[in-house]
């Protein structure tokens, strides 16, 4: 008798079930001990890229922390992040802690969009799709306070006065919504904004006796400072969003007028407020109390829109700020505003610091009639007599769109160690090409001279503008050598160069290829 090919799978198809499910337990506990445990240091998952996905699948909640080795701020956060991770191991052993090395991970950087370290990132079930950026948390507690408000409520309900009054008291900040009822737009923007500001306590009410206590009579948002209130922030269904709710309530982890020094400037950048005004004033001016008065009436008013900075410009650490501010010494007292997005800046018109004027500033920037302020250096009476041209601010536009000529653009800083190292190489390309008549080698100074005309980049960068109504500039990414300019400028400006007699490179090829990206200690 023949038997039917489909019985033939069928009896392969059993066979091959019942051999699977005859696996012995001890069989299967081998299988699974062939992985062994990640490993941990000070109850911080050590990842890597051969177990992310793993440790990802492993864990409904990982909050990982991307650092690089030789950054200062990653080590400072270690103690923290670590103290966190031994707090909530049995608390909420489902939330995992985890750091990873990405000094030389730059596809991880790339795909996790890494741009400073450490960057701390939050994920959830196992998917490394959109992970939450865990930013401005330093401490261990907000660090706590942050992961619990997004494994669960953002905010504590609040039914009777008492419990009120308790989480009022709990802190020096507390944010309490008072609302008519617990499902409208109004509420979900309070919870979302929760889940961002950690550093603070949120509770939230319905019950009209303890709105009634308080004298609320609207969706309202009300800060306490200290027990009491500060700021009432009445809401509108709709009309508010969680972006402006918080840089609201941020704020006031900072005083109303901040003073820029090295403590206070990681907590200034930490609130996103990106309009920023700021005074320079010496504090120990016989004027100073009366300007700083003036200064802080007109912050209330633009609380969570303009963030105002004090910069004492007696602090010889402060420099750097005079400096990309252009103010000097005789424009004090002098008032600026900085779009932190855009990096355009702005000087108060008005001489005296008055509350008027402050106000009136401010107003003309959010209103958008401010005119950008653009600084310049006076141009040299002999810009044009050297192998390389200086250019300012005020000659820039009219040299390098001429018509006529290739002008080929060192942009740099004079403080910085690798530029003034460029700029001999420079120099001597300046040499080679200083007896043609169609060509310009030219520098300018970013730091003293701010242009609308040229996207600026790290520096030093270099930017070719060809001669001739249809051109179009080139910006420069080869290497940092006599050489390689040479031919850039050859290829991209249809032209050979003349050198002399001698190689003003000596034979000796310098690459200086890694562009600078960071100020140094020794610089500072």
Request: aromatic share 10%.
């Amino acid at each position: 008798m023949k038997t039917h090919p489909f019985f033939l799978l069928l009896l392969l198809f059993l066979t091959g079930f019942l051999a699977a499910d005859s696996i012995s337990p001890n069989e299967a506990k081998l299988k699974k001990a062939k992985l062994p445990k990640i490993k941990k240091e000070n109850h911080v998952l050590l990842l890597k890229s051969s177990n992310f996905d793993r440790a990802l699948k492993e864990t409904k909640y990982l909050l990982v922390k991307f650092y690089v080795t030789l950054s200062q701020s990653s080590q400072n956060l270690s103690e923290e992040f670590a103290e966190a991770a031994r707090q909530l191991k049995k608390e909420a052993p489902r939330i995992q802690f985890g750091k990873m090395d990405v000094t030389h991970q730059h596809d991880l950087r790339k795909e996790f969009n890494i741009q400073a370290f450490p960057t701390v990132k939050f994920f959830v079930n196992g998917s490394r799709e959109d992970p939450t950026d865990c930013k401005g948390v330093r401490k261990a507690s907000t660090f706590i306070t942050w992961v619990k408000r997004r494994t669960g409520p953002s905010t504590v309900l609040i039914n009777s006065t008492d419990q009120a009054e308790a989480i009022i008291k709990a802190d020096d900040l507390a944010v309490i919504g008072f609302f008519r009822e617990l499902h409208n737009d109004s509420v979900e923007v309070f919870c979302e904004t929760a889940r961002d500001v950690p550093e603070m306590p949120f509770g939230m009410t319905a019950s009209e006796d303890v709105c009634t206590n308080y004298g609320i009579q609207r969706n309202s948002v009300v800060v306490f400072q200290k027990g009491k209130p500060v700021h009432n922030e009445v809401l509108e269904d709709g009309r508010q969003n969680k972006l402006g709710l918080t840089r609201l309530i941020k704020t006031f982890t900072l005083d109303l007028v901040t003073e820029y020094n090295i403590e206070t400037s990681v907590k200034i950048f930490d609130v996103p407020v990106e309009n920023h005004i700021l005074l320079f004033t010496p504090t120990d001016s016989e004027t100073f109390s009366e300007i700083y008065e003036n200064y802080k009436s007109a912050a209330a008013e633009f609380r969570g829109k303009i963030l105002f900075v004090l910069v004492d410009t007696n602090e010889a650490r402060n420099g750097r700020i005079f400096e990309y501010f252009r103010v000097r010494d005789i424009d004090v007292p002098a008032v600026r505003i900085l779009n932190l997005t855009s990096d355009a800046k702005y000087k108060m018109p008005a001489d005296q610091v008055t509350v008027e004027s402050l106000k009136a500033f401010c107003q003309s920037y959010l209103s958008g009639k401010a005119k950008q302020h653009l600084s310049s250096e006076e141009i040299p009476e002999d810009w044009d007599k050297m192998p390389v041209k200086v250019l300012v601010g005020k000659n820039f536009n009219s040299i390098i769109f001429n018509k006529t000529m290739t002008v080929f653009v060192m942009f740099y800083a004079p403080w910085s160690h690798e530029c003034r190292k460029l700029l001999l190489i420079w120099e001597k390309l300046g040499e080679q090409y200083q007896s043609r008549k169609d060509v310009m080698i030219a520098k300018i100074d970013v730091t003293a001279n701010d242009l609308l005309s040229v996207a600026l980049h790290r520096y030093p960068f270099f930017t070719l503008f060809p001669a001739g109504s249809d051109y179009q500039e080139v910006a420069y990414t080869g290497e940092y050598t006599l050489e390689a300019f040479s031919e850039f400028l050859e290829e991209k400006g249809k032209m050979k160069a003349e050198p002399g007699e001698n190689d003003p490179s000596g034979g000796i090829k310098e690459d200086f290829s890694q562009k600078e990206t960071v100020i140094t200690e020794k610089e500072l």
